[in-house]
Structure formats: structure tokens, C-alpha cells
Nanobody, 121 residues
Framework: QVQLVESGGGLVQPGGSLRLSCAAS????????MGWYRQAPGKQRELVAI???????KYVDSVKGRFTVSRDNAKNTVSLQMNSLKPEDTAVYYC???????????????WGQGTQVTVSS
């Protein structure tokens, strides 16, 4: 199977920065995309940023210009640099991977356990 382990969440003041990291382990045949989702209390989970296999990056409009997603294909890791954080960025952030455990299996979505990011003074 595939496991995702996140690190880097915490409490930060508005305007501050945090860096989230996620490492994928286990048997991975191929990865189509890795990235980050978040879910705030009472809201649906939303895509924050993602890197596709060809290197294309996508961001939700609310974080463009403030967050940067990066992926290390050799290490199967993905990071999210979050700058100029705002209270509305407060949420549980989940690492996401779309890929194949074995080449003959269908693509599957994998999720990390989530890490809390709180932006507050």
C-alpha cells in the first residue's frame, strides 16, 4: 500500500509563514499528481495546490501569489510553502497523491492523516 506522512503544521500569526511537507512511502508504481487539500470547520474539503506528472501546477485562487507547491519526483515528496498567511487559511491540510500501487491496478487516491494549520494573533 501507499502511506502519506505530513509534517509542518502549527500556529502562526497573520502574515507569517509555514512550510508543510509530505512523504509518500510503500510500493508506488507511478504518480499522476501530488498536492494539498484543506478543510476548514463547517466547510467542504478544497484543493489548495497540486503538481501533476508533467510538472503543471494548479492553485485555488485564494492562495495564488502566497503559496508555492513543489514536488521531488525522486523522493516522492511534496511541499507547500505558505507565506502571508491569513486567518481564513486556518484548516486541516491533507496531503494527496493520485497514483498506482502496482502498474496493473487502477489509479487510486491516497490521503495523509492531516495536519492542523491555525493562523491567529
Amino acid at each position: 500500500q501507499v502511506q502519506l506522512v505530513e509534517s509542518g503544521g502549527g500556529l502562526v500569526q497573520p502574515g507569517g509563514s509555514l512550510r508543510l511537507s509530505c512523504a509518500a512511502s510503500g510500493t508506488i508504481s507511478s504518480i499522476s499528481a501530488m498536492g494539498w487539500y484543506r478543510q476548514a470547520p463547517g466547510k467542504q474539503r478544497e484543493l489548495v495546490a497540486i503538481v501533476e506528472s508533467v510538472g503543471t501546477t494548479k492553485y485555488v485562487d485564494s492562495v495564488k501569489g502566497r503559496f508555492t507547491v513543489s514536488r521531488d519526483n525522486a523522493k516522492n515528496t511534496v511541499s507547500l510553502q505558505m507565506n502571508s498567511l491569513k486567518p481564513e487559511d486556518t484548516a486541516v491540510y491533507y496531503c494527496y497523491l493520485l497514483g498506482r500501487h502496482r502498474w496493473y491496478l487502477p489509479e487510486t487516491e491516497y490521503w495523509g492523516q492531516g495536519t492542523q494549520v491555525t493562523v491567529s494573533s
